[in-house]
C-alpha cells in the first residue's frame, strides 16, 4: 500500500514539473504576429520558426494531457483491484478464523472422548468419527491457508513486476 502511494507521488510530481515546463514554454499568441519593418528572408525564417516551435509545445502539451489521463485510469484501476483484494482478503480471514475455531473445538471435543474411552466408558467408533471429523477440519483449514498465500501472491506479483520495471 505505501508503495502505491509513493508511485502515486512521484508521478503526481512529475506531471506537474512538466506541467510547470510547458506553462513556462507556452505563452499566448499576441492578436496578430507583429510584421517587421522589413519582410526579409530573415524575418521570414524567424516566424516559420516560431510557428514550428508553437506546433511543437501544442503536441507536447497533448502529450501530456494523454499521460496525465492514462496515469489516472491506471490509479482508479489500481484503487479498484487493490479494494477487491481487500474484499477477498477479508473472506479469506473470516474463513480461516471460522476454520481454527472449528479445529480448537474438535480437539477439545476429541480429548473428553479419549479421556471417557481411558475411563472405560468411550465408545472407540465415536473416538474415530471425532478424528476423522478433527482431520477434516485440519485439511481445511491447511487449504484456506493455501488460499490466503495464493491470493496475497497474486496481489503482490504485479507490484513487484512494476517495481522490476522500473528499476
Avoid: F
Avoid at 10 to 33: F, H, V
Avoid at 133 to 151: K, N, T, V, Y
Amino acid at each position: 500500500m505505501n508503495d502505491i502511494a509513493e508511485l502515486e507521488r512521484r508521478i503526481t510530481a512529475a506531471l506537474d514539473r512538466i506541467g510547470a515546463g510547458i506553462e513556462g514554454l507556452a505563452r499566448p499568441a499576441p492578436a496578430t504576429p507583429p510584421q517587421p519593418e522589413e519582410d526579409g528572408p530573415v524575418a521570414r525564417a524567424l516566424l516559420a520558426e516560431l510557428e514550428t516551435e508553437r506546433e511543437v509545445t501544442a503536441q507536447l502539451e497533448e502529450r501530456v494531457r494523454a499521460i496525465k489521463d492514462k496515469q489516472d485510469t491506471r490509479l482508479a484501476q489500481m484503487e479498484a483491484d487493490l479494494e477487491i483484494a481487500a474484499e477477498r482478503l477479508a473472506a479469506v480471514e473470516e474463513d480461516r478464523r471460522r476454520l481454527k475455531h472449528l479445529a480448537a473445538a474438535l480437539r477439545q471435543s476429541n480429548q473428553a472422548l479419549r479421556e471417557a474411552n481411558e475411563a472405560g466408558l468411550a465408545d472407540p467408533q465415536a473416538i474415530d468419527t471425532a478424528m476423522r471429523i478433527e482431520l477434516d477440519a485440519l485439511r481445511g483449514l491447511r487449504e484456506s491457508d493455501r488460499a490466503e498465500l495464493d491470493d496475497i501472491l497474486g496481489a503482490l506479483a504485479p507490484v513487484l513486476e512494476q517495481e522490476a520495471a522500473d528499476a
